[in-house]
């Protein structure tokens, strides 16, 4: 209270400083937090967190293979996120597999990621509707027409809807790059799985070499081939252990390679063989890939010339001439 009145914000703040201001540098500070957030969670893909990831994969399996362990004790941020998605029950038990697996596809393999991805779609809907409503009571003093109080009623609808559908594209994004990647490698893998297999090296050996080859070029194909390496080494079948591979990254090429590695097991056909031809195979398709976009320039360069070039070179031939023209008119 001041003087029996109740104390208003703007005899808090500054003469300099106005409310409005105040809210839009609040308004601000969310948004870099958020930001802050998102880079934050971006860090877990770095090549130290995919190593750590691949190290504790090795040893889950170990202690399957002899006595089960506990599982560690996750982050404080984590573990809030994970009680808070809990208690509010954001993760339905009839899509948790779907989620599951399009998290592994994106790489991420925590546990706990589909928490976390509960409490972002919890969360950033929220602070953009919230923020969405700031802008909203800063521009009605501004608005006269119906038409932009209408539009400005806009403002948190659309922070809740790009807040709600932000984590999911992000997941789809991640994916895509990571998918894009590993075809990507395709080719140069089977390369060096020819090598070492014409060299004698056996599939786990294999795998685990070329993996560790490709660490720096191709770290999301040395990632998966670790890992299958690995399950190879515990699991009792070994085809469990490449189908989990083809599942983990559905796509059609390294179903492809994944296939190959089951047949040649199964009816012990040379696998040097196989990938030599597998191999041919991708680089055939990649440069007829490579070929039809190439095709597509022409009927993509149509509209460009005939908005920019077409223009200008109109003016160039008949611009002398109109010019001409008026001097023409002016003179008579």
Request: charged share 20%; net charge positive.
């Amino acid at each position: 209270m001041y003087d029996g009145q109740p104390l208003q914000l703007n005899q808090i703040l500054p003469r300099w400083l106005s409310v409005n201001d105040f809210y839009m540098g609040l308004a601000g500070i969310v948004i870099l937090g958020i930001g802050v957030m998102l880079l934050g969670s971006g860090d877990k893909n770095s090549m130290s967190s995919k190593i750590k990831m691949i190290q504790e994969r090795r040893k889950t399996l170990q202690n399957q293979a002899i006595t089960p362990q506990k599982r560690k004790k996750p982050e404080a941020g984590v573990n809030f996120m994970k009680t808070v998605a809990a208690k509010l029950q954001l993760v339905k038990k009839n899509q948790i597999g779907k989620t599951e697996s399009f998290l592994i596809e994106a790489g991420f393999r925590s546990k706990d990621a589909i928490y976390v991805l509960a409490f972002f779609n919890l969360v950033l809907p929220t602070i953009l509707s919230a923020l969405g409503l700031l802008v909203m009571h800063y521009n009605s003093g501004h608005i006269v027409t119906l038409r932009g109080q209408i539009f400005n009623y806009l403002w948190p609808i659309s922070g809740g809807y790009i807040g709600l559908k932000l984590p999911s594209v992000y997941v789809a994004r991640a994916r895509k790059k990571r998918y894009h990647n590993i075809l990507k490698s395709l080719p140069d893998v089977l390369d060096l799985m020819t090598i070492c297999a014409e060299a004698g090296l056996s599939l786990v050996s294999m795998l685990e070499r070329v993996s560790r080859e490709l660490a720096m070029t191709y770290p999301e194909m040395s990632e998966e081939l670790s890992l299958t390496s690995i399950e190879i080494g515990f699991l009792p079948d070994r085809n469990k252990a490449l189908s989990n591979l083809a599942e983990r990254c559905t796509l059609r090429e390294l179903r492809g390679m994944v296939s190959v590695f089951i047949q040649t097991e199964k009816y012990g056909t040379p696998i040097a063989q196989a990938l030599r031809v597998l191999s041919a195979e991708f680089r055939q398709a990649r440069m007829l890939k490579a070929e039809a976009k190439a095709a597509r320039l022409p009927a993509l360069m149509t509209i460009p010339m005939i908005l920019c070039i077409l223009p200008t070179l109109f003016i160039v031939i008949l611009a002398p001439a109109i010019v001409k023209l008026m001097d023409t008119i002016k003179a008579n």
